[in-house]
């Protein structure tokens, strides 16, 4: 939980803090999500398109290599990625927000309950419904946290007026106390765009996107308890261009008295303000997976086609081997000999499954998890044996419920508090609290939720709160 402090924050502080996070934050979590999208970012020493992942590919493999004159270097071979992190991360927010989280409000009387939750439900469906919360579980996962910046616009009204920036963890640069780490004394959102120049002037090069090596402006919005500031900058695009002096362009009173900031861990990390990434554990097995396939397409390349030896008959190089193909000579020692073909490689397919394996392990994710059952479908002819198979995907998931969970508390607690003060939804400090309710994430019959609700009836629990959970 992030707790409220006072202090400003200096221009010097502020740069060392960006500093900080441009040199030391930003390049391991760009990494991250790179392994994540794994896209095309440029091209390979063949030419064709190089993707992300590549970058973990032994220079056997790529081409690369430092020194001039060893042998492998610009051979580029057969290169295979299979990006087996993405469907993991996925299948991790789907269990997590496939179905719709309902928040239910402590206020007193029921009345009034209705009317928080009302104006919640409000709030997070102006800001995008399930896709928010999706959008939040997924850059948790690649990043190990996620931050909510909560602003108060002036277009709109009612719950339009509040908005939830889900602030990518690249652009967030938290300044923490620098006696508690949970300690929030400032929050700043950075942002480096590129912008064009054109040397010529011209209308046409404009058009054409021509000339000019262009600047990159960078752009840093920083909160504190008391204001938030705006501040400019601008870095050359070239190797070594300088930057200018960042300044301040404009400065308003945070009238909410505290950061809008709900920081949100992935997992728990103890004694560390990031949380623990799903993403980050997978990039050694990620990589030793894409080196074995690339080998086993070098090996298939190498080995698909036999190939003949043929000793002492003219002119065999001139025929073509075939079918009912005859060579004749008068050598006696004259022989064709055939080597090579695909062979079967046990312990080749036994290390691929392995990492696999290792991986299923270190994500708490399976194939069956994303719908590939194969051979497996006998054993799941109920709900407790697909539980017990997706037995680790389920604890998992139940642990990260546990910090999201509290942050969507947190974030409740905040828009109130928001709303009171800028008079969009008048409320008490004793109104804000809130219980989340998470539904089930394994998929379950209409006829099974029925039954549920029939038995709950008969133990006692309220009718409405029954009817609330079957979506009526």
Same mark, same amino acid.
């Given at each position: 939980m992030i707790e409220r402090s006072t202090g400003g924050i200096g221009l010097a502080e502020l740069e060392r803090e960006l500093t900080w996070h441009e040199r030391g934050r930003r390049p391991r979590l760009e990494r991250l999500w790179r392994y994540f999208r794994n896209p095309v970012v440029g091209a390979g020493a063949d030419g064709r398109g190089r993707l992300a992942q590549e970058e973990?590919?032994?220079?056997?493999?790529?081409?690369?290599?430092?020194?001039?004159? &060893?042998?492998?270097?610009?051979?580029?071979? @057969?290169?295979?990625?299979?990006n087996d992190i993405a469907w993991r991360v996925q299948t991790l927010v789907e269990f997590m927000f496939g179905k719709a989280v309902?928040?239910?409000?402590?206020?007193? *009387?029921?009345?009034?309950?209705?009317?928080?939750?009302?104006?919640?439900?409000?709030?997070?469906?102006? +800001?995008?419904?399930?896709?928010?919360?999706?959008?939040?579980a997924l850059l948790g996962s690649v990043y190990?946290?996620?931050? &909510?910046?909560?602003?108060?616009?002036? @277009?709109?009204?009612?719950?339009?007026?509040?908005?939830?920036? &889900?602030?990518?963890?690249?652009?967030?640069?938290?300044?923490?106390?620098?006696d508690d780490y949970r300690r929030l004394r400032a929050?700043?959102?950075?942002?480096?765009?590129?912008?064009?120049e054109d040397a010529a002037g011209g209308w046409l090069s404009r058009v054409l996107g021509v000339g000019g090596g262009g600047r990159f402006v960078e752009r840093t919005e920083v909160w504190t308890d008391e204001a938030v500031r705006w501040y400019r900058g601008e870095r050359g695009a070239v190797a070594g261009g300088g930057r200018t002096a960042r300044r301040l362009v404009g400065e308003e009173v945070n009238w909410l008295g505290r950061v809008? &900031?709900?920081?949100?861990?992935?997992?728990?990390?103890?004694?560390?303000?990031?949380?623990?990434?799903?993403?980050? *554990?997978?990039?050694?097995?990620?990589?030793?997976? +894409? $080196?074995?396939?690339?080998?086993?397409? +070098?090996?298939?390349?190498?080995?698909?086609?036999?190939?003949?030896?043929?000793k002492g008959i003219e002119g065999f190089t001139e025929r073509p081997v075939g079918p009912g193909q005859m060579w004749s000579t008068d050598n006696p020692d004259a022989s064709i000999e055939a080597f090579g073909g695909d =062979?079967? $490689?046990?312990?080749?397919?036994?290390?691929?499954?392995?990492?696999?394996?290792?991986?299923?392990?270190?994500?708490?994710?399976?194939?069956?998890?994303?719908?590939?059952?194969?051979?497996q479908v006998g054993n799941l002819t109920s709900g407790a044996a697909l539980r017990v198979v997706l037995m680790g995907l389920l604890a998992k998931t139940k642990k990260k419920r546990v910090t999201y969970g509290a942050g969507l508390k947190q974030l409740c607690e905040l828009v109130l508090h928001a709303a009171d003060v800028h008079g969009v939804f008048a409320n008490e400090a004793d109104e804000r609290g809130v219980t989340v309710?998470?539904?089930?994430?394994? *998929?379950?019959?209409?006829? @099974?939720?029925?039954?549920? =609700?029939?038995?709950k009836l008969e133990v006692g629990v309220g009718r409405e709160q029954v009817l609330r959970e079957l979506g009526y």
């Open positions: 973990g590919l032994p220079a056997r493999l790529t081409g690369r290599s430092g020194v001039a004159g &060893v042998a492998g270097a610009g051979v580029v071979r @057969e290169r295979v990625v299979e309902r928040v239910h409000s402590a206020a007193e *009387p029921d009345a009034r309950a209705r009317q928080v939750e009302a104006f919640l439900h409000a709030v997070f469906e102006a +800001n995008g419904g399930v896709h928010f919360f999706q959008d939040m190990g946290f996620v931050d &909510v910046l909560v602003r108060v616009v002036d @277009e709109g009204d009612g719950a339009a007026r509040i908005r939830l920036e &889900v602030v990518e963890p690249v652009r967030a640069v938290p300044m923490l106390d620098g929050y700043a959102v950075h942002v480096r765009q590129r912008v064009r809008p &900031v709900v920081h949100i861990q992935n997992l728990p990390q103890p004694f560390h303000f990031e949380g623990l990434s799903d993403v980050e *554990p997978l990039l050694p097995l990620q990589d030793e997976l +894409n $080196t074995r396939l690339s080998d086993r397409a +070098n090996r298939v390349t190498f080995q698909s086609f036999k190939m003949y030896l043929g =062979a079967a $490689t046990p312990s080749e397919d036994a290390h691929i499954q392995q990492i696999r394996a290792a991986m299923d392990k270190a994500s708490g994710v399976t194939a069956v998890a994303a719908g590939l059952v194969e051979g309710d998470w539904p089930d994430p394994l *998929p379950d019959s209409e006829m @099974e939720r029925l039954r549920q =609700a029939r038995l």
